[in-house]
């Protein structure tokens, strides 16, 4: 049986010490050990997400938190303005219509980034858009929408801008606070190298004061209460998930050991790398405006998708994800992020080469990974 190497844009790979980390007995929460572990996750995340605002965090899956910035920012009967640009954009709408909110959908091809003039002109055609809601990096698509052009135009207006960074943050450069982000909402199981099960909102100060007036259709997700525990303690209104906060204290040292910009140049060369070997492969980019933090490739025709990625995984454990909904067998998507390396890069590119071969395709074997080595090395730092 192979070895297994999950490249998938989440979850992704947990690294030994946050693995270690969760081995150890469950503590209880209302005690001072657990006070000051939240309060050094709080400052490592806030580096992270580059904000001196506050960070909650939940117990939950990504869209726990997006659930929670929408129905803590928009009132039932309020209007909320959702940039759909993929599956999990297209979330922020659902999530809309099941609390009764009213949703100005901005739809653009899925492959394509949102353009920042349109977010303009739609905010001043219907000026009862409260709140903008937008994704730093689409997972379904691989693109990296253009969040800093789009913040600043928010930011001229009363409206507050949400953006979905769940696999986005720790991997493609985003600056919350000098990009007029209002709420920033992070998924633990995407570049914060966790296994599922944290859902993490970060909130401006404007946003705060907009929620203030906001009767949220909430309980559980009640960023109000959490804000009031988040001052007494720190600590969460109810039991948190706190083997997964320890662990997430593991992979704030490795990030922050590097620092953000690393962390960001890191990922930009993972995606030329990716970039180049795709291309020696023949494969093209879906992307329109490609993510750092993953890759989605077009399938050439003649190539059964779900066959080369079962093939893949069974013969190599590469584990990379298929496209969804109208993308399924059309794209493939690998990640770079956290733990992801170099030599995991080279290594998929050689086994999409053999598995590709195993089918009947012609392949010049070393082509995509040589170009992708090569990549690797011209942007090799010291
Ligand atoms: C993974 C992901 C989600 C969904 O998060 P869950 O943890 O599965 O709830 C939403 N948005 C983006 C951009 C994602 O990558």
Known sequence: ??????????????????????????????????????????EGLQEVFQTTGDVLILAGSGTAAMEAAMVNTV?????????????????????????????????????TAVDPADVERLLRAHPLIQVVFGTLMES????????????????????????????????????????????????????????????????SDKAWT????????????DLKLHRAKLREGP????????????????TLKIIRAAGMEAVWRQARRLAAATHAGAAALGWELFAA???????ALRVPQGIDADT??????????????????????????LAHLGIIDELDILGTLAAMELTLAEMGQPVRFGAAAGAAAASLFATHVE
């Open 140 to 203: 379904s698509t691989g693109v990296a929408h253009d969040v800093q052009a789009i913040g600043q135009i928010v930011n001229q207006t009363p409206a507050l801008f949400v953006v979905d960074a769940i696999s986005g943050a720790g991997v493609q450069e985003c600056r919350m606070d000098a990009w007029h982000i209002d709420l920033l909402v992070v998924g633990g199981q995407k570049a914060l190298m966790l296994p599922p099960g944290l859902g993490i909102v970060a909130v």
């Open 235 to 250: 600590t969460t209104p109810w039991t948190p998930a706190h083997t997964l906060i320890g662990a997430l204290a593991e």
């Open 210 to 221: 907009a929620m203030d007036r906001v009767k949220a259709q909430a309980f559980y997700l």
């Open 1 to 42: 049986m192979p070895k297994k190497r999950l490249l998938t844009p989440g979850p992704t790979q947990v690294p030994e010490a946050a693995l270690l980390s969760m081995a150890r007995q469950v503590t209880h929460h209302r005690t001072p050990e657990f006070t000051a572990l939240f309060a050094e996750v709080f």
């Open 75 to 111: 009132p039932r009967g309020g209007t909320a303005l959702v940039l759909n640009a993929g599956v999990f954009a297209q979330r922020w709408a659902h999530i809309a219509k099941a609390f009764g909110i009213e949703v100005i959908e901005h739809a653009v091809p899925w492959g």
């Open 308 to 333: 080369f990625l079962k093939l893949l995984e069974a013969r190599y454990g590469v584990k990379l994800a298929s496209g969804q909904k109208e993308l399924k067998g059309k794209i493939v998507r």
């Open 289 to 295: 405006r490609p993510a750092d933090g993953m890759t």
